[in-house]
């Protein structure tokens, strides 16, 4: 069984979350998700 940290579980979700607003970035309803999902992130 593979144990994983919820720190590490974060960490691949937020990657995932990062990548899709990036490859939709040229959307416009992706266009300020990125500023959103990094101030929602980062205190």
């Known amino acids: 069984m593979l144990s994983l940290t919820p720190q590490t579980i974060f960490k691949y979700i937020d990657r995932d979350i990062k990548n899709i607003i990036t490859s ?3 959307k416009r309803l992706f ?3 990125m500023p959103l999902w990094l ?3 980062l205190p």
């Open 39 to 41: 101030r929602r992130i």
């Open 31 to 33: 266009h300020r998700l």
């Open 24 to 26: 939709r970035r040229e």
